[in-house]
């Protein structure tokens, strides 16, 4: 089956920790997201990445790192320098250059105590 | 920022009736997109308009488009309870004639379709 995948699904860490959440792809995608989602609240842009290698920096990547080593894998390091972490991670991925569908994984729930 | 803004920002209707569902937008697009999120999960891509298209029709769902007024709707006919969800809409950043891949959601609508 092709699709995109997260895990965990719910992730618990203590304050001061770093924690990387995984994101992989079999969909052939050049181009991958990641988003963080607060209650209530839309999707907002961590980093992007539209081919290996590169990536860049989305709408609140302060706190945040990512590597894009291989194309199906694009890994996030929530790091202690996030003042608050505690959300819903969302992974995407979509083919690259002109805006395409997004297709999205299930989702990590980070809780940082 | 061109952020996406829904409205109404919820929604609860009686199984049958129909939805509708309004996004603005702030610059520039080439393209609309809506999807959908149930509780809890990742976003199902539904439809996607392009900015030289008015109106685009999948199933039980009907996109517009507006560009003067920059402003999207989407209706779900014949709601079911399983419409029940967070619908979002998302703007693609176009800037100098190129599209640059990454999308800017807006904060969305919860409907609630009562059986």
């Known amino acids: 089956d092709g699709g995109i995948t997260q895990s965990p699904k719910y992730l618990f860490r203590k304050e001061g920790q770093n924690v990387t959440l995984s994101c992989e792809q079999n969909?052939?995608?050049?181009?991958m997201y990641w988003y963080r989602q607060d209650p209530g609240q839309g999707l907002r842009l961590i980093y992007y990445?539209?081919?290996?290698?590169?990536?860049q920096k989305g709408d609140i990547a302060e706190g945040y790192s990512v590597s894009r080593e291989k194309k199906e894998s694009f890994p996030l390091t929530v790091t202690s320098a996030q003042k608050n972490p505690t959300a819903f991670y969302l992974c995407?991925?979509?083919?690259?250059?002109?805006?395409?569908?997004?297709?999205f994984g299930p989702g990590t729930r980070l809780t940082v105590t | 920022s061109q952020q996406g803004e829904e409205d109404p920002q919820a929604l609860s209707i009686q199984e049958g009736e129909n939805a509708t569902m309004n996004c603005s937008y702030k610059?520039?697009?080439?393209?609309l997109q809506w999807y959908r999120q149930n509780s809890g999960r990742g976003l199902v891509h539904l439809i996607l308009?392009?900015?030289?298209?008015r109106e685009k029709h999948s199933g039980r769902l009907r996109v517009t488009l507006d560009t003067s007024k920059k402003s999207s709707s989407l209706l779900i006919t014949a709601s079911r309870a399983a419409d029940t969800a967070s619908y979002f809409c998302?703007?693609?950043?176009?800037?100098?004639?190129?599209?640059?891949?990454?999308?800017?959601f807006g904060q969305g609508t919860i409907l609630t379709v009562h059986p």
């Open positions: 990445s539209q081919i290996v290698n590169d990536f």
């Open positions: 998302a703007t693609d950043w176009y800037r100098g004639g190129t599209s640059y891949g990454k999308l800017t």
């Open positions: 610059t520039s697009i080439n393209n």
């Open positions: 995407a991925s979509s083919f690259a250059g002109e805006s395409y569908e997004q297709y």
């Open positions: 969909l052939n995608h050049d181009a």
């Open positions: 308009i392009r900015s030289n298209e």
